[in-house]
């Protein structure tokens, strides 16, 4: 019962003994059952992240019935610093750890131990020890942490690396020679001990408003590819990172063009993006609301975002003072509500074709992905790249419309909304397309098309699949091959002789390695190559 045992070997010299972990077949679990045999019933209502592409978590400092109403994805706030966890060396604090780790486990939810390394919130023991005694410890930490929490879904090895390296950094190789081998080393270290499929995570603050700390960022993350050790990038979140609380004597506001921009170039890593510590620091409910409905959907519809942190969420247990979204008394804040109903909405769709191609029919088809939760799909058309003014503004079930004739040789613009009984999704990206001076029949554009075309892979980015368009106007030999950005050949997908018609085929990536990849369509006198990119 109880804990896995701690024995110390026999070691001489300053620095600590090797610690060895033996473990005991019910770690933490019948604790749990204590924690949770202890708590109140609460509501049966489902986490507003449940059934979606990606996690809308909380930070926990204490289990809480209320707490699987609205989340589905737990990091401890504090309970997992090793100051916290070791206060003594050797002497551990798991209660609250243990308890917070369990119920995540207990409800399928991903759990996130944060943290490993950090400057701030260490044990004030670990400056007594010399250089080799620190390595050690935090060699001991790390793999006494991997070891008792052992279903693991995400750790942060490294925080805020930027703004608070630890005192001992030296010991575990200062700068060196890349300039972040101490991040290095620890990195090392917990894929050393945590098991296969635990994500390792770095975590920072202010970094997506500068673009010179974006690509600071993105050095130290590409240090860290390169060698295997990283598998996600942490971007802290918090209010202070985007503007300003109402009211503040010094008010700053960053360009949410800027912020976007920065997210997509850390996308564009390959690795997926987490926001960990989430919140709007607001007293007034409208100004808290106004400001999530324009920075929540600015990380959630962002496909290299996999997954959203709350730093807290109740009253008087919020690291920020006014970032609850729920009342001591229980009540919910405006801003938790609108939530609810964005949850409920459906996502903006994908326009899948015609985009940016010329020579377009001039009554084409227009085709769109279906998006999860959506009723129907608004359609418009404008000759406008604002679409102020359109040409076609439709409402539809299907996700396809054949429109009527159009100006010859015009450029277009189109997007396309979702909704259902809770709301309308934002436009998908305005995509354009160049008519022709063809009017085809209805007959033949749904069954022979009048020209070659590649379409947008979708879903892009995608993991582990995804599928690809394409229409042939004559029968012929059809080459379509997925290749790497040195134009190296990863997979053939299609190496025959086609009919005229329209077919899409499935890309399985498999256990190919995050990143871009590019499609090539090869037909007679044709090429088409189309690009896409791969998260994990």
């Not at 243990?98 to 701030?120: I, M, Q, R």
């Not at 360009?255 to 007293?283: M, Q």
Request: with cysteine; net charge positive; hydrophobic share 35%.
């Amino acid at each position: 019962m109880g804990g896995p045992l701690i024995r110390r070997d026999t070691h001489t010299g300053k620095g600590p003994g090797r610690f060895t972990l033996v473990r005991r077949p019910s770690v933490v679990m019948m604790l749990f059952l204590c924690v949770v045999l202890s708590l109140p019933s609460g509501s049966t209502a489902q986490p507003l992240g449940k059934g979606k592409s990606k996690f809308l978590g909380s930070s926990m400092s204490s289990v809480r019935s209320d707490f699987a109403t609205y989340w589905n994805q737990v990091t401890p706030e504090n309970a997992g610093k090793w100051g916290s966890a070791e206060p003594s060396q050797g002497s551990y604090n798991w209660t609250e750890l243990d308890g917070e780790y369990s119920y995540a486990v207990t409800n399928s939810f991903p759990y996130k131990h944060h943290n490993l390394v950090w400057g701030n919130q260490q044990p004030s023991w670990i400056g007594s020890l010399d250089s080799a005694g620190q390595r050690a410890a935090v060699d001991h930490w790390i793999d006494t942490v991997s070891q008792r929490y052992g279903s693991t879904s995400f750790v942060d090895v490294v925080n805020e690396p930027f703004h608070a390296p630890p005192p001992y950094m030296n010991a575990l190789g200062g700068t060196g020679k890349t300039g972040w081998d101490w991040v290095i080393t620890a990195f090392q270290m917990a894929r050393r001990y945590f098991f296969h499929g635990v994500k390792l995570l770095v975590n920072e603050y202010n970094v997506l408003q500068d673009n010179t700390v974006t690509t600071k960022y993105i050095a130290l993350i590409d240090t860290l590819q390169v060698r295997g050790l990283i598998d996600g990038i942490g971007i802290q979140g918090h209010y202070f990172e985007f503007r300003s609380s109402a009211g503040s004597a010094s008010p700053y506001t960053y360009p949410i063009g800027t912020l976007k921009s920065n997210l997509d170039r850390l996308a564009a890593t390959g690795l997926p993006v987490y926001i960990s510590e989430f919140d709007i620091n607001e007293a007034a409910d409208s100004t808290q609301l106004q400001n999530y409905q324009t920075y929540f959907p600015l990380f959630w519809e962002d496909p290299g975002v996999r997954g959203i942190t709350l730093w807290g969420y109740v009253q008087g247990l919020t690291w920020q003072t006014n970032a609850y979204l729920v009342r001591s008394n229980g009540s919910e804040r405006p801003a938790l509500k609108w939530i609810r109903r964005y949850m409920a909405t459906p996502q903006a769709p994908l326009a899948v074709s015609p985009v940016g191609t010329s020579g377009v029919p001039r009554n084409p088809r227009l085709v769109w992905r279906a998006t999860p939760l959506a009723a129907s799909y608004r359609l418009q058309v404008s000759g406008t790249v604002t679409l102020s003014s359109t040409v076609v503004d439709s409402m539809i079930a299907d996700t396809t419309l054949l429109l009527n004739p159009l100006a010859a040789s015009t450029t277009y613009y189109w997007h396309v909304s979702a909704s259902n009984d809770s709301g309308v999704s934002s436009y998908s990206a305005t995509a354009s397309f160049v008519t022709g001076d063809q009017i085809l029949s209805v007959g033949t554009t749904a069954g022979i098309p009048e020209y070659v075309s590649l379409s947008q892979n979708y879903p892009n980015p995608f993991n582990p699949s995804t599928v690809i368009e394409y229409r042939l106007p004559d029968a012929g030999r059809v080459l379509l091959r997925v290749c790497d950005v040195l134009g190296r050949d990863i997979a053939t997908l299609v190496d025959r002789r086609q009919s005229a018609g329209s077919y899409s085929v499935t890309f399985d990536a498999g256990r190919l390695p995050a990143g871009v990849y590019f499609y090539r369509l090869q037909t007679a006198g044709r090429e088409l190559v189309g690009k896409m990119m791969l998260l994990k």
